[in-house]
């Protein structure tokens, strides 16, 4: 709770996601997480006027709500889902927005684009990912980030990446005690090697905690699911 009181919003942006091979479905609940989301905004709320956060507050959302922190800033912000889409494996993407319009895109869970943030991610190869994250035996393969650089250009960063289930973990999540699996991949990517972790909810797909790299310049993003 003191991280989230002294924190600012993620970046301002006007840049609005878009999706190839598919539509986006917006999602009817939005409109109504904005006054959560707002609370948020720049200047940072004196401590007198932010809410009491714990599960009395996350009972009382009716969005479904995601807790973002940029590592390198400390930077925290509450954001609503903004439009769902099927891909083509049967999962689903989901864009997160801000009340500024800085957007977080994961698919299953796993980041896949970001906008607003700087040098954002315009796209992500996630297959190996994806399936670490169901599988119950190690996976590897390639994880590619194309970030985008500051000659407005598209660079790729690509990964070689191993997975392995570091083991049950209970994860509090302000106050919510979630029976969780959490996996590991190792990515490698020239000379460094880039830790990417998922806290898998023990019976279901869902990823409730994760940290992740979202290349040079954005550094890792942690996320948070406060409600589904």
């Not at 600012?8 to 598919?22: E, M």
């Not at 969005?63 to 922190?69: A, C, Q, R």
């Not at 279901?204 to 550094?219: E, F, K, L, N, Y």
Request: net charge positive.
């Amino acid at each position: 709770m003191t991280s989230i009181c002294r924190a600012c919003v993620l970046c301002l942006a006007s840049t609005l996601f878009g999706c190839s091979g598919g539509s986006d479905a917006p999602y009817a609940q939005s409109r109504g997480a904005q006054t959560i989301v707002d609370q948020f905004r720049k200047p940072p709320p004196t401590p007198e006027n932010v809410p009491e956060f714990g599960q009395k507050w996350i009972a009382a959302l009716t969005t479904p709500t995601l807790e973002v922190t940029l590592e390198r800033s400390g930077r925290v912000a509450v954001l609503a889902p903004f439009s769902d889409r099927p891909d083509s494996t049967r999962g689903a993407v989901r864009v997160w927005r801000s009340a500024d319009d800085a957007q977080i895109v994961l698919r299953g869970g796993v980041l896949i684009a970001t906008r607003g943030l700087g040098n954002d991610v315009d796209s992500t190869l996630v297959k190996t990912m994806v399936a670490a994250l169901s599988a119950r035996a190690p996976v590897s393969g390639r994880h590619v980030l194309y970030t985008i650089t500051g000659e407005n250009s598209t660079k790729a960063i690509d990964q070689i990446c191993t997975s392995q289930l570091v083991g049950y973990e209970v994860i509090d999540i302000f106050e919510r005690q979630i029976k969780s699996r959490h996996v590991r991949l190792a990515c490698k990517w020239g000379g460094a090697v880039k830790s990417y972790d998922f806290w898998v909810d023990e019976r279901q797909s869902t990823v409730w905690q994760s940290r992740q790299w979202a290349g040079p310049d954005i550094g890792y993003v942690r996320t948070r699911l406060l409600k589904e």
